[in-house]
């Protein structure tokens, strides 16, 4: 091959990836402006909350139930982080109880790992799986929670606007929605309702929504209920046109995912693919798989092999993942 073939390669492969780049870059940057806005003002909430020592109604409640020392542990500083993690999930697990769940799974599967492959990297790697697939689960439950709260919540907005014309205080309503609605929705607003009543102020109990469940469509709603209270205005009428952006929003997210499905579906076909020809490979020539498990430089080819495929469905995960 001459170097005159192998610069026009080079350059075709350039040409490849900025083209990519230019594809991708104003898919992703909505998302990063977004996620950029809603870290800003949940920084601005944490500090908030820790500057006033504030503890949710939920969480004071669930603290009461344990004894002096295993609230000292539920209290510490890890464990409040999986506690919040927990509670964002919808679990109704103890953040101590989940740890030492994580904790002896791990002995267990690294022990084993030991006594079958005898290798460093693979106690390594069974010490890490459940603590990453944990991780990944509760990640999973929180936003299949919070993508139902927001399907719920043009309903609840609705219910508060016919409250608030018939005459019932925001608060009342506030109460109407948690006792009409289903969970997540209903417990969320419950949660708000018992803060309003504790507190006496329904800024601090709407922000603490904001901070459970941060979405573009609660920041909206709360926003709103703010502006209202500080500056006036007809509230009725902007929950009725909040309505209405947050539904033409939720049809134009389920008419992305209609389009994006084929996308969605390739990412599959291409993590579930190498699965496949293996088991194809162990039913018609069983040598060769054989040969991959039981040799020592086929164990290495199957750990890097994983690897890869770990990076590859990060990679194609990122790719077919469009967030409005």
Known sequence: MTSNTLIFLALVGLAVVFLSLAMFVPVTQPKLNRSALLKRRLAALEVENRAQQQVS????????????????????????????????????????????????????????????????????????????????????????????????????????????QAGYSFADTIKLISEQMPNPLGREFALVFADINYRKDIRKAMTGLLERVPSVSNMALISAVQVQRETGGNLVENIDKLTVIIRDRFKFNRQLKTLSAEGRMSGWILVLLPFALFAVMYVTTPDYITELVTTKEGRQLLIYGGIAMMLGIWWISHIIKIEV
């Not at 939920?58 to 890890?78: C, I």
């Not at 993690?85 to 103890?94: C, K």
């Not at 101590?96 to 079958?116: D, E, F, H, I, M």
């Open 57 to 164: 109604i939920y969480r004071t409640k669930r603290l009461d139930a344990l004894s002096p020392l295993l609230r000292r542990l539920e209290t510490s500083g890890l464990l409040e982080r999986v506690a919040f993690a927990l509670e964002l999930a919808g679990s109704r697990l103890y953040a101590y109880q989940l740890v030492l769940l994580v904790v002896v799974v791990s002995l267990l599967l690294a022990v084993l790992s030991w006594w079958l492959w005898h290798g460093w990297f693979m106690v390594l790697m069974a010490l890490l799986l459940p603590a990453l697939a944990v991780h990944f689960k509760l990640k999973r439950n929180y936003y299949q929670r919070l993508s139902l709260y927001e399907q719920q919540l043009p309903e609840a907005l609705d219910i508060m606007k016919r409250g608030l």
